[in-house]
C-alpha cells in the first residue's frame, strides 16, 4: 500500500470536505418516524438555525448524526459536540487526552449506542457507556486522519483515511489486493449498500464500485458529470445517487449512468457535498448553493417561510422522529421539521393580512382577512374585495341554507356570487356598518349581528324585530341557531342571550357562565351547548351552567371557540394556542368524576401554528375534508382530524451522577463513595421538535417524600444525602402537557463511613449501656458518703438559716416601705404629667370632630400632645421626648412648659420660629453641648399653626410628618431630619415651613412612632409608617369616634401577646 503525502489532504480536506450520511438510524422504541411529508410545500415546513450565539462552539459543522439513546452529534473544526435540543456539550483535546487535535470529519452511530468518530490527526475513536477508546492499536495510525466511513454488515468498518483504505475489524486492520490500485487515492466518500456493494467517491478521480472481489470504474466517459465525488446516497429502489462537483447522476446497482440531472430548475447543482433518501423515498440533496427537493420528478429550491436560504452544506441526516438536520460549513445547524399544523400565507399565495374568518367547502376556503376576501382553490389563491379600510374589513364568512354566501364586513354586509351581489348598510336601516356575524334559524330566517345591535333580513331592508328591540343598543359577537330552534346571542360584556321565539331570557356570569364577553358557541350531537368566553370554556346542559378555567389544567382562561370534530373530540381555539381534549373526558372532569382533564394536547408554534397563536375573536372552521381551518396573524394554519394527533413517546435519559470526587455514568446502579456532601443527577429528553418546552418531574425514593416539579431543569440536586438505598425516578411531559406514563428509574446507594453502619451504632449503644451500668453503681456509692456527711451539716446550718430568715424578714419590711415610696413618687409624678396635659375634651371644645389616642408604655410617658388658642389662631403640637417612663416624663414636663412660655408668654406663633426657639431654650436649660458626656436628649416634633383669619395651615416638623387628607387622596408632609435639643442639630437651626390654605384640608393627623414601631402579627415584625397611612386612609371616612375605636382595636390585634414597645400617640382634627 503506498503511502498519501498526509499534510496535502489535510488542506484538501480543509477545503473541500464533504461527509453524507445516506441511513436513519435506529428508532427508539414505540417513537414512529414521522419524517416530511413530501406533499407539503417547502415553505410549509418549520426550521429552526444554531449557530455560536445559541451555544454551538463554533458555526463549521462537518457531519452529524444521531445515537439510539437520542442524542444527536456534530463533528467539526472545533470537535465533537453533543446535543439533546438545549445544551451542547463539547469533546475535544482541551476536554478528553484521547484528542490529539480538536477536528472532526465523519461520524457513525451503530445499533448498540456506540459512536464512532474520524478525526483529525487522532485516528478512529468509538464512544460508548461515556467512555472514548481509540480503536488504532498502530502508533502511526493513532495520529492519522480519517475522513469517511462506511459499516458493513459484519459490523466492520471501511475507512478512507490519510495513510489510504483501509478495512477495520476486532481482529485487525487490513486492505484488500484487489483494492491495492486505489489505497492511496484521495477519498472522499464511502458507502455500502443494501447488496453489500462498496461504492468509493475519490476527490477528483472518479467512482468506484467493489463487490465479489471486483473492482469497475465509473467515470466522465461513462456518463457522470463530473468525476469529483462529492456524496452517495442509495435510493429505495436501489439505484445509487451520486452527487458531483457538478451534477447528479443516478446509476443502477450494477453501475450503469441512468440518468444525469443538471441545472434543472430549483436543484442545486454545485458541490453536491451531501444527499438522503428519506422514508417516503425524497431525495433531498444538499450543496454550495442550497438545499433542494426532489419529488415525483420535480425538483423545488428550499427556501423558508421568512425567506432565508440553506448554503454551504456539508451534511445531511434523519433523526428518530424523521427531522431533517443540515450541517453547513460556515452557518451552523438547520432542523427542518413537519408541523401537524400546515401554514398557508403569502408564500403560499395569500395577499398578507391578519384572517379573521374562514369557511372550507368542498371545493373552496374562503379566507377574510383586515384587507378583503381571498378564495383558495386547487387552482390557486383569488383575492377579491382587496383594498384598505374598513369596507374592506371581513369579520365572519357563512353560507345560508339558500346557498348565499355572505361576507360580514366593517363596511356592511355584503351578498356575494364571485362578485358583490348587494351590500346592506345603515341606508337599508343598520345602525352601523361593523358587522359582526350572521346566522340563519330553523325558521330560514337570516340575523345579523352588529357593533350596535341585532337586526334581521328582510328582503331588501334591515329590520330590528320588536322581540328583541332590547338588543338594538348591544355590542354582538356571536350568533348561534341550535338543533332546537333557539337562537343565541353572544355579546361584548352584556353576557348571553336566547330567543326562543316567544321570549328574550337572559344570562350573566351569576347564572354560571364563565365570564358575561361571549364569543362563539358550538353544539355537540347531544345537544350540549359549548361556548367560549373571556373566564374559560362553559358548557350548557339541561338548564346547567358548568365552566372549565386554568384552575382546571386548562391552558388559558381565554376561548375564542369551540368546536367539535366528528370522532367527538373537543377543539378550543384560544388566545395562546389550541388545545384538544375527547368529550367524554371534557365532561367527566365537569361532572366532578375525575380531578384532571384526561388527553389534553396543545398545539403552538411548535406544531406549525403560524405565528403561534391564533387571531383574537376570529372564526375558525372544521371543513367537509376533516380538516380544522385556524386563524392566524400571519394567515392560517390547517391540520387533519383524521390523523391520530396522540403525541409520540418523549425518550428520557439519566446521563451522569456527579458527586464530590468523581462522575457516574448514568442509567446502571451507582453506588457513591462515603462522605459525600453534594450529589447532582445530570438528566434530559429527547424531543426535538419542542426541547424548550420539555418539563422535568422527579422523585429520589426514600428521600423525596412527594415528586418534584423542575420545570425545564436538566439536574437534581441533593446535600449532605444519608447512607442508604435510593431509586431515582424520572418523568417527563412534552409540550403538548402529556406526561410520559412510566417514569425513568435507576438505583443510588450512598456508602456510610464505618461509624454510620448499624453495627457500629448496636456496638456503641451497648457499650453506652455497660458504662452507664458502671457510672450508676458508683454513682451510688458517692451518694450514700456524700448523704451521710450532708445529714451532719443539716442540723448545723438549720440554726444558721433560722437566723437569717429573722434578718431577711427585717430588710422585706424595709424595701416594702422603699418600693411604696417610689411608686407614690411615681403616681404623683403621673398627676403632675396629666394636669399639665388637655384634656380630650378641651381639644373637642375647638374642634367637635377630633380624637386622642393616648396609650403609654409606663405610668408616666415620654409622649405629650400640647395646644393653644390665641384668637383666631390656634397651635396644636405632638411632641416624642427622649425615652419613656420617668426620663421620658421629665423632658415632657420640660417640652411643655416652654411651649407654654414660648406660645403663650412670648407670643410666638410660626411653626419654623416655634421650633428654633424651643431647640434653644432646650439647649440650654438641659445644658448640653458637644464636649458633653451625658446622655444626649431631645425631643421629635409635628407641630401646626391654623390661623382661622387668613384661613391658612402652617407646619414645621422635627423629624415627625404632619398627614393630612385633602378630600380625595392622604399627603404627607414629611419634618426636618433634626431633632429638638440634639447636640447633632446645629444651634441656630432653621426649620422649613409649610403653609397650605384650610380649603384645601379636610383632616390632620398628627403623631408619635410608638403606633409604627409596635412589634406583631403572625411574624413578630414592626406595623410600619406604611401600614399606618394605610389604615389611616381606610378609616378616613368614617366618624371619629369610630377611628379611635378601630385604631385601638387594631392596635391591640396586632400586638397580641407581645409587649408594648413605646408610647403610643395618636391625634386626629377635622377641619371640614
Given at each position: 500500500m503506498r503511502e498519501i503525502n498526509f499534510l496535502g489532504v489535510l488542506l484538501f480536506l480543509l477545503n473541500l470536505t464533504s461527509i453524507s450520511v445516506g441511513q436513519i438510524p435506529a428508532?427508539?422504541?414505540?417513537?414512529?418516524?414521522?419524517?416530511?411529508?413530501?406533499?407539503?410545500?417547502?415553505?410549509?415546513?418549520?426550521?429552526?438555525?444554531?449557530?455560536?450565539?445559541?451555544?454551538?462552539?463554533?458555526?463549521?459543522?462537518?457531519?452529524?448524526?444521531?445515537?439510539?439513546?437520542?442524542?444527536?452529534?456534530?463533528?467539526?473544526?472545533?470537535?465533537?459536540?453533543?446535543?439533546?435540543?438545549?445544551?451542547?456539550?463539547?469533546?475535544?483535546?482541551?476536554?478528553?487526552?484521547?484528542?490529539?487535535?480538536?477536528?472532526?470529519?465523519?461520524?457513525?452511530?451503530?445499533?448498540?449506542?456506540?459512536?464512532?468518530?474520524?478525526?483529525?490527526?487522532?485516528?478512529?475513536?468509538?464512544?460508548?457507556?461515556?467512555?472514548?477508546?481509540?480503536?488504532?492499536?498502530?502508533?502511526?495510525?493513532?495520529?492519522?486522519?480519517?475522513?469517511?466511513?462506511?459499516?458493513?454488515?459484519?459490523?466492520?468498518?471501511?475507512?478512507?483515511?490519510?495513510?489510504?483504505?483501509?478495512?477495520?475489524?476486532?481482529?485487525?486492520?487490513?486492505?484488500?489486493?484487489?483494492?491495492?490500485?486505489?489505497?492511496?487515492?484521495r477519498i472522499r466518500e464511502l458507502l455500502i449498500d443494501s447488496q453489500g456493494i462498496l461504492w468509493i467517491g475519490t476527490s477528483n478521480e472518479g467512482l468506484y464500485r467493489y463487490g465479489d472481489e471486483q473492482l469497475t470504474f465509473v467515470g466522465v466517459e461513462d456518463g457522470l458529470p463530473s468525476e469529483a465525488i462529492y456524496s452517495l446516497s442509495e435510493g429505495i429502489d436501489g439505484h445509487m445517487w451520486v452527487g458531483t462537483w457538478n451534477?447528479?447522476?443516478?446509476?443502477?446497482?450494477?453501475?450503469?449512468?441512468?440518468?444525469?440531472?443538471?441545472?434543472?430548475p430549483g436543484q442545486p447543482t454545485r458541490s453536491l457535498d451531501a444527499s438522503l433518501i428519506d422514508q417516503h423515498g425524497t431525495l433531498w440533496v444538499g450543496g454550495l448553493e442550497g438545499l433542494g427537493r426532489y419529488h415525483q420528478g420535480e425538483w423545488k429550491q428550499f427556501e423558508s417561510r421568512v425567506g432565508f436560504q440553506l448554503k454551504e452544506i456539508s451534511t445531511l441526516f434523519q433523526d428518530q422522529q424523521g427531522t431533517l438536520w443540515a450541517g453547513t460549513y460556515r452557518h451552523g445547524i438547520w432542523q427542518i421539521t413537519d408541523g401537524r399544523f400546515s401554514g398557508y400565507s403569502i408564500p403560499e399565495g395569500l395577499s398578507g393580512g391578519v384572517v379573521y374568518a374562514l369557511l372550507a367547502e368542498e371545493d373552496a376556503v374562503y379566507i377574510g382577512t383586515e384587507t378583503g376576501l381571498s378564495v383558495l382553490t386547487s387552482e390557486g389563491v383569488k383575492d377579491y374585495l382587496q383594498g384598505e379600510g374598513s369596507q374592506h374589513f371581513v369579520r365572519d364568512i357563512q353560507r345560508d341554507s339558500r346557498g348565499q354566501l355572505w361576507l360580514c364586513t366593517y363596511g356592511g354586509l355584503v351578498a356575494w356570487d364571485g362578485y358583490e351581489k348587494k351590500r346592506y348598510t345603515t341606508q337599508n336601516g343598520f345602525n352601523t356598518n361593523q358587522i359582526r356575524t350572521l346566522a340563519e334559524d330553523t325558521e330560514g330566517n337570516l340575523w345579523v349581528g352588529t357593533r350596535v345591535g341585532l337586526f334581521q333580513i328582510a328582503g331588501d331592508s334591515v329590520v330590528i324585530p320588536p322581540e328583541v328591540a332590547e338588543l338594538s343598543q348591544t355590542y354582538i359577537l356571536s350568533l348561534f341557531s341550535d338543533s332546537r330552534g333557539h337562537l343565541w346571542i353572544g355579546t361584548n360584556g352584556s353576557g348571553l342571550y336566547r330567543w326562543d321565539g316567544q321570549k328574550l331570557l337572559h344570562y350573566t356570569q351569576a347564572d354560571g357562565l364563565g365570564n358575561n364577553f361571549i364569543f362563539r358557541l358550538e353544539e355537540d350531537e347531544t345537544g350540549t351547548l359549548w361556548i367560549g368566553t373571556t373566564g374559560g370554556l362553559t358548557r350548557y346542559q339541561k338548564g346547567q351552567f358548568a365552566t372549565l378555567t386554568r384552575s382546571h389544567g386548562l391552558p388559558s382562561n381565554v376561548a375564542f371557540q369551540p368546536l367539535v370534530d366528528d370522532f367527538?373530540?373537543?377543539?378550543?381555539?384560544?388566545?395562546?394556542?389550541?388545545?384538544?381534549?375527547?368529550?367524554?373526558?371534557?365532561?367527566?372532569?365537569?361532572?366532578?368524576?375525575?380531578?384532571?382533564?384526561?388527553?389534553?394536547?396543545?398545539?403552538?408554534?411548535?406544531d406549525g401554528l403560524l405565528g403561534g397563536q391564533p387571531t383574537g375573536v376570529s372564526v375558525s372552521h372544521i371543513g367537509p375534508d376533516n380538516r380544522l381551518y385556524v386563524c392566524t396573524p400571519l394567515g392560517f394554519s390547517t391540520i387533519d382530524l383524521k390523523t391520530d394527533h396522540v403525541y409520540r413517546h418523549t425518550p428520557m435519559q439519566i446521563d451522569r451522577v456527579q458527586s464530590d470526587a468523581r462522575d457516574y455514568q448514568g442509567g446502571g446502579p451507582v453506588v457513591v463513595s462515603p462522605g459525600n456532601r453534594q450529589l447532582i443527577i445530570h438528566y434530559t429528553a429527547f424531543d426535538y421538535y419542542a426541547p424548550q418546552a420539555l418539563r422535568f418531574s422527579y422523585q429520589l425514593e426514600g428521600f423525596d417524600s412527594e415528586w418534584v416539579e423542575a420545570g425545564g431543569r436538566r439536574g437534581a440536586i441533593y446535600t449532605n444525602l444519608p447512607p442508604g438505598e435510593y431509586t431515582f425516578r424520572l418523568k417527563v411531559a412534552s409540550h403538548d402537557g402529556e406526561w410520559s406514563e412510566e417514569p425513568l428509574t435507576m438505583t443510588i446507594e450512598q456508602e456510610a463511613w464505618f461509624y454510620q453502619t448499624d453495627g457500629f451504632k448496636f456496638l456503641v449503644f451497648f457499650l453506652f449501656i455497660g458504662v452507664g451500668v458502671i457510672i450508676h453503681y458508683s454513682r451510688i456509692r458517692l451518694l450514700e458518703a456524700h448523704n451521710k456527711r450532708l445529714s451532719q451539716l443539716v442540723t448545723k446550718r438549720t440554726h444558721m438559716i433560722e437566723k437569717q430568715k429573722e434578718a431577711i424578714a427585717g430588710q422585706a419590711k424595709m424595701l416594702e416601705s422603699s418600693y411604696v415610696k417610689i411608686n407614690d413618687s411615681i403616681q404623683y409624678a403621673r398627676r403632675i404629667q396629666d394636669a399639665l396635659l388637655p384634656s380630650p375634651q378641651s381639644l373637642q371644645h375647638i374642634f367637635p370632630e377630633s380624637f386622642i389616642l393616648y396609650r403609654p408604655k409606663d405610668v408616666v410617658s415620654g409622649d405629650f400632645y400640647w395646644f393653644e388658642q390665641i384668637g383666631q389662631t390656634v397651635v396644636l403640637a405632638v411632641v416624642d421626648c427622649t425615652g419613656h417612663g420617668i426620663p421620658g416624663a421629665f423632658m415632657s414636663v420640660l417640652g411643655n412648659t416652654?411651649?407654654?412660655?414660648?406660645?403663650?408668654?412670648?407670643g410666638i406663633l410660626h411653626p419654623k420660629a416655634i421650633l428654633r426657639e424651643l431647640h434653644l431654650q432646650t439647649i440650654m436649660h438641659l445644658q448640653q453641648d458637644d464636649h458633653s458626656d451625658q446622655m444626649q436628649d431631645g425631643m421629635d416634633v409635628s407641630l401646626v399653626m391654623m390661623d382661622f383669619e387668613k384661613k391658612t395651615l402652617s407646619f414645621a416638623g422635627a423629624k415627625r410628618p404632619l398627614l393630612y387628607h385633602d378630600g380625595l387622596d392622604f399627603h404627607v408632609l414629611k419634618g426636618d431630619r433634626y431633632s429638638i435639643g440634639s447636640v447633632d442639630t446645629q444651634l441656630h437651626q432653621e426649620f422649613k415651613e409649610h403653609t397650605l390654605p384650610l380649603s384645601q384640608i379636610r383632616q390632620v393627623y398628627l403623631f408619635s412612632d410608638g403606633y409604627a414601631d409596635q412589634f406583631g402579627g403572625e411574624k413578630g415584625r414592626k406595623f410600619m409608617t406604611k401600614k399606618f397611612y394605610s389604615l389611616l386612609d381606610q378609616l378616613s371616612e368614617k366618624p371619629w369616634k369610630a377611628q379611635l375605636q378601630e385604631l385601638e382595636t387594631t392596635w391591640l390585634d396586632w400586638r397580641g401577646q407581645q409587649e408594648q414597645v413605646d408610647d403610643i400617640l395618636v391625634v386626629g382634627v377635622s377641619l371640614s
Open positions: 428508532a427508539v422504541a414505540e417513537s414512529p418516524s414521522l419524517g416530511l411529508n413530501p406533499e407539503k410545500r417547502l415553505t410549509q415546513y418549520l426550521v429552526r438555525n444554531w449557530t455560536v450565539e445559541e451555544g454551538l462552539p463554533r458555526n463549521n459543522v462537518l457531519d452529524g448524526t444521531q445515537t439510539t439513546d437520542g442524542y444527536i452529534w456534530f463533528g467539526g473544526f472545533a470537535g465533537l459536540v453533543r446535543f439533546d435540543g438545549v445544551e451542547f456539550q463539547v469533546f475535544n483535546s482541551q476536554s478528553d487526552s484521547v484528542f490529539n487535535a480538536d477536528g472532526v470529519y465523519t461520524l457513525h452511530a451503530d445499533a448498540q449506542n456506540r459512536l464512532w468518530i474520524g478525526t483529525q490527526g487522532s485516528g478512529l475513536l468509538r464512544y460508548a457507556q461515556g467512555q472514548f477508546q481509540q480503536l488504532f492499536t498502530d502508533t502511526l495510525l493513532q495520529q492519522a486522519s480519517v475522513f469517511a466511513m462506511a459499516p458493513d454488515a459484519n459490523g466492520s468498518m471501511w475507512l478512507s483515511t490519510s495513510r489510504g483504505l483501509l478495512h477495520y475489524s476486532e481482529t485487525g486492520i487490513t486492505v484488500p489486493d484487489s483494492l491495492e490500485s486505489i489505497a492511496s487515492k451534477g447528479l447522476a443516478r446509476l443502477s446497482r450494477e453501475g450503469e449512468v441512468l440518468s444525469v440531472q443538471q441545472n434543472s367527538q373530540r373537543l377543539w378550543v381555539i384560544t388566545d395562546a394556542n389550541v388545545w384538544m381534549s375527547p368529550l367524554r373526558e371534557v365532561n367527566r372532569l365537569l361532572d366532578d368524576k375525575v380531578e384532571q382533564l384526561a388527553g389534553l394536547q396543545t398545539f403552538d408554534k411548535y416652654l411651649l407654654t412660655q414660648i406660645v403663650s408668654q412670648q
